[in-house]
């Protein structure tokens, strides 16, 4: 709680006499306070922190015997102080502002980046933001969503913290299902994999509702069931990213005051901006996208033989979305947008992330721009940020890009893309020498039917124009971190933590029965990694390497500690570059404001204090997006391929578990499950060091990376999971028979989960 001693304008004594905690006072402590005809301020807060109960003028005046003309001034003071931001009022109870009684009724409202449960205060009638409490000592455990009561204390740092005494309310389990008849008996069967029971409900409770249809059940704790929510038909791929924004709780449409405060937005006008109308800025980005972020420009440095000076400009959302406007609380409360196959869940309304904030050919728009100049070996010297008003001379496809670089496709922007290819040359020079992480993993993109069924599955060329777009970005990103560094202001970065020793330790042991060699523990740098990657190059290991590689690696997250960027080979980085799908930018956008005194919507002292919490936050939405979309992936795929069972792929065996072989198609990259007990009639033993199952009696090998041709034998298009049988086998190795079990059909081992599939 902190000592009240140090309150400003207090003129009370050094130590004042104790509070029992009910809030009232002993005899001796009434006969003392009897003297003075009004308790002082820090009495009075002393008496507000201690007490659990109801406090207001009426408690304090009888705590401290007030009593006639007194309680006039005793009003006054206590008005004085509300004034002074010294107390709160909360109802008819007084308390410190923003602070949360000794024990309070929570709601639990989420997780931390560790997993604690977080809880809010189920009432909040004060004016600053509901505080997040974490949960410790629970039990009995709560769920999301149940209110309880909790003892409230604060930690170290002065963060609350919340011990449960009670669940005052649970919440029913919710979870995504689909609505089937078998006659006229309906049934619900979840969508989750790990959810394996099918649900009953009476056929005139779900009479109205069509078979096939996805809907939202809750689930007491009596195992019945009942429909809270109808989804939707789930007869078309489109129906699959809505079961994936559902299933992960990803707020998909904006609350009415949200969708108002972007309507009644205005375009920005040159006030107190630099006018950089006539640079001829260009956007490059997919074909298809609709909000355009940011717009490049470059030039020779005239002053400096060889060296470049390259231009980005990124849409100005600070102008539009302020701190604690209703845009910004629903930007946080997502984190990031999250992208499908045939949809986007934007984070900000159309109105900001298509048109005012959009960097359109042609039309004039707020932006904020970072001047960077390079030397010829393509590090930079110095830069500057400005906020400008900007026009883009024109919306280029990447594709487009390359191709006038080539000198494939003529167009009058010729002479800008020769400048920019000329920059991205140089500082591509800068790039080699930090000797970032190179992995080569292609990205598969599944193509839609205009009816929104899948039609392909392509893996989109990697373009110089792609690496240019992004090595900009960075450098900008960069800038923008030093910049808030230099103004010593506070912001989040970007950080990428180096693999942990245990991860390195196993890296190495699988990498050495490749005769492959990795420097030890905590001095592996990423030109280590991109070492053992050219080594492969080229050969069948290559892909598997590559993968291997990825997986040792740390989770990117965000935060106001900063500890560097290990894969990029940055001591310092912060996103910067896409503050209309990313909460990050906008907060370092703010940032920018305030240390270069930019504008009045610059990072406010109360995000200061809250900067861990949301990069905790968004770190989570992160991840929270990146699942859904990858699970999207794969019930699209498992889909696609309902009508091919039976048929044959080829494969590579990607994972290795007790329980059985994980495999990736070649073609599409879909991954699916090879139960043990399908591996013939011997008995497989798992050798983890050499990521491999053994056959005890013939030493046959099934080791991660071996190319397989496999079956289809199930899938699952709600689950996203697949099932194959190996039918051709080509080993990289045979590795020794181990053990001494006598050999056995492997099928009698029990499987209790065949269709259960992992994930990286």
Known sequence: MGSLNTVAGSNAPAAAPSLRLDGRLSRLHIDHMSKTPVPTRDEILRFVADSTGRVGKREIAKAFNVKGANRVELKSLLAEMADEGLLAKSGKRLARPGELPRVALLSVSGRTSDGDLLAEPTTWEFDEPRPKVTLIGTKPAPGMGDRLLARISYDDDGRPVGKVIKVIERRPASTLAVLERFGDRPQLSPTSKKERDIYFVHPDAVKDIPNDTLVRIEVDRGRSARVVEVVGPVGSEQAVSLLAIHAHGIPDRFPERVLAEAAAAEPATLKAREDWRDVPFLTIDPPDAKDHDDAVFAEPDPHNEGGHIVTVAIADVAYYVTPGSAMDEEARLRGNSTYFPDRVVPMLPERISNDLCSLREGEVRPAMAVRMVFARDGRKQRHTFHRVLMRSERRLAYQDAQKIADGALDLDVKPLIDNLWAAYRCLSKGRDARDPLELDLPERKIVLTPEGQVDRVVVPE???????????????????????EAARLPLLYRI?????????????????????????????????????????????????????????QAQAEYAPDNIGHF??????????????RRYADLIVHRALIRALDLGRDGLSDHEISELSQIGADISSTERRSMLAERETIDRLIAQWLTDKIGATFEGRIGGVTKAGLFIKLKETGADGFVPISTLGNEYMIYDEANQALVGEATGTTFRLGDDVTVRLMEAAPFSGALRFDIIEHEATTKLPRRGRHTSRPSHKRPMKRPMKRGRR
């Open 462 to 484: 990697r373009l110089d124009a792609h690496k240019l777009i992004e090595e900009f970005m960075i450098q900008a990103n960069v800038a923008a971190a030093e910049t808030c």
């Open 496 to 552: 990428h933590d180096q693999p942990s020793l245990e991860k390195i330790e196993a890296l190495k042991e699988f990498l050495g029965t490749l005769d492959l060699k990795l420097v030890s523990g905590a001095g592996v740098r990423p030109g280590d990694f991109n070492g053992i990657l050219l080594k492969v190059g080229g050969t069948q290991n290559a892909q598997l390497v590559n993968e291997v590689i990825l997986r040792s």
């Open 567 to 580: 894969g990029l080979s940055l001591r310092r980085y912060a996103h910067f570059t896409s503050p209309i």
